[in-house]
């Protein structure tokens, strides 16, 4: 299909979409389900007639050209056209890139210790400080759905809840191996050690995403514990779901009410469930993809916080950033995000074109 033949059925579909709209017989859920696709295409429409009006434009002054009194305004407009006309083409590929239907999504924020003991359940912690100060730059509310403490103030594992707008859409590129370099509180020669943490970002599944049946799923409760094995709750408020087709494993004990800790639990398991079928989807689409960025690939090294110089770098784009704390706190974290957008969009265009 050439451009041209896009931009007339992409317009069509939303003159389409509009006709529908105005009839007074749709459901709820299906002028919801128009409504949205409406949304989504009314900026692509946008700015379609604006480079159709362009080209026009363009035609119509090149033929002023030919007149003598014209001539030298025609050509100055035309100098001025001639250059919004790239800019106008590449916004239509960036609009006209396939779009991830779950980047509208809020996220489930996983982050787990990985190597390095007590010192990577330190960095856990870090890591969980820098995206709530960036869900609060970003205007996000974030709650903490569960957490696993080690005995020295970090996380062996923390869940985070992230709502708020395009959510995933900026939050995905996490998901990977975090590393940190830096000398460890519990080290007194002075070294530097190296820890990694294992970010996983998910689309949050509403339950229209996921059909999940009650008997392919094990509840079992127990009393909930603290960090050091001690009784947080005296009853059995602490659920552990299983999802038998998947073996997908979900326990919730953060909250004091079983009921509460049953809904957050089947939230996560949810989202998990459809992230596994989003990610076997993503591995068939990117079996010939060379770029990594945005696959959300979590064994691979993505990030490195160097402490003894001050720096982050940002493997999968060779990025390096001397603001480490700017970034740790979550106020420049977003220069990282939008590079990284930035990136898997030109890889997006690529393709396109290749």
Known sequence: MSMQEKFVSIKARHEELAALMSQGDLSGEDYTRLSMEYAELSPVVEVIDEYTKALQEKEDLTC???????KNMAAEE?????????????????????????????AILEIRAGTGGDEAALFVSDLFT?????ASVMGWKLEVVE?????????????????????????KYESG?????????????????????????????????VDINPSDLRIDTYKSQGAGGQHVNTTDSAVR??????????????????????????????????????????????????????SG?????????????GRVTDH???????????????????????????????????????
């Open 177 to 209: 191996v975090h590393r940190v370099q830096r000398i460890p509180k519990t080290e007194s020669g002075g070294r530097i050690h190296t820890s990694a943490a294992t970010v996983a970002v998910l689309p949050e599944a509403e339950e229209v995403d």
């Open 316 to 354: 999968r784009i060779n990025l390096t950033l001397q603001k480490l704390d700017d970034i740790l706190s979550g106020q420049a974290m977003d220069e990282i995000v939008s590079a990284l957008i930035a990136e898997d969009q030109a890889s997006s265009l690529a393709a396109m074109d290749s």
């Open 64 to 70: 002023m050209l030919s007149d003598s009194e014209m």
């Open 78 to 106: 035309l100098r001025v056209i001639e250059k919004t006309i790239p800019e106008l083409e590449h916004n239509i590929r960036l609009v006209l890139i396939p779009k991830d239907e779950a980047d509208a999504k809020d």
């Open 241 to 294: 779901i299983i999802h038998l087709p998947t073996g997908v494993v979900v326990e919730m004990q953060e909250e004091r009410s079983q009921h509460k800790n049953r809904a957050k639990a089947m939230t996560v398991l949810r989202t998990r469930i459809y992230d596994l079928e989003r990610q076997r989807l993503a591995d068939e689409r990117a079996k010939d993809r060379k770029s990594q960025v945005g």
């Open 297 to 309: 690939d979590r064994s691979e090294r993505i990030r490195t916080y160097n402490f003894p110089q």
């Open 130 to 134: 820098m995206y709530k100060g960036y």
């Open 147 to 171: 957490t696993r403490e080690n005995d020295i103030g970090g996380y062996k594992e923390i869940v985070a809840q992230i709502k708020g707008k395009n959510v995933f859409s900026r939050m």
